[in-house]
């Protein structure tokens, strides 16, 4: 790492990186085995779990630990994702932070307006993608529920489903496109200069929390 720890701000404690790296390490399981499932060309996929009974018992087990795992990460992220006046302010130079020439005074606080939209729709699919999948858990749920209510259940989760895989490649593709903000969600620290280009205000809070109290680390 280049970036000067020692003035290096903490943007992602331990225990949240935590539990976002093991909810994205089940996720690609849970998605690559629904996906073999929807999309016959893509069987194939489906031995990340095994055998093709193996997945299907596994599949909703490591769905429900990631829904659990973005509950958890609801409670510690939502107080930075809710909409405040100024994320207009971003809405209003969307081109401009797309092609990474913006000014430095957009108002952006911890997560952006992009940002806080990617975090309520990931946390709306995995509620829908959660209660469709209970309704069509064979194994312990399913017969509570008339068979035309699984249908429509199966037909729901699977567009949640897709809905989300798509928006998880674009948050992918933002990670790798903003330099850096991979870094911090694997050891926790971003740059200085980072938090000023990318979060102006979450950066100006930074530098006056740190002033006040020096040795107490803040996220
Ligand atoms: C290889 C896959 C992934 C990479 C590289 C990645 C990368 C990142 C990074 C760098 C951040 C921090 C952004 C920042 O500090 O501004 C982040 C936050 C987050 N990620 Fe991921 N992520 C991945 C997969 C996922 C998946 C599969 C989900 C959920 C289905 C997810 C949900 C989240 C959430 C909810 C946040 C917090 C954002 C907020 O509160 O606004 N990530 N991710």
Known sequence: MSMDT?????????????????MVACFFLVAMSGLSWFFP???????VLGTPQTARVLHPFLGTVVFGLLVIMF??????????????IWFRN??????????????????NAGQKILFWGIMSLI????MTGIVAWRAYFAAYFPIPVI???????????????????GHIYMGLWVKGSITGMLTGYVSRAWAKQ??????????????????????
Do not use: Q
């Open 6 to 22: 020692k003035k290096a701000f903490l943007r992602t404690k331990f225990f949240d990186r935590m539990c976002h790296w093991t």
């Open 41 to 47: 060309s893509l069987n194939w996929l489906g031995s």
């Open 75 to 88: 409670f510690r992220f939502v107080h930075h994702n809710l909409p405040v006046r100024t994320d207009i």
């Open 94 to 111: 969307v081109i401009g932070v797309l092609m990474n020439r913006h000014g430095d005074n957009l108002r952006i606080g911890k997560y």
């Open 127 to 130: 509620s829908v993608l959660f």
């Open 151 to 169: 249908r429509v259940a199966l037909l729901a989760h699977s567009l949640a489903g897709l809905a989300l895989i798509l928006l998880v490649i």
């Open 198 to 219: 990318h979060h102006d205000r979450w950066y100006e809070e930074k530098i006056a929390s740190s002033s006040e109290t020096p040795s107490k680390p803040h996220s």
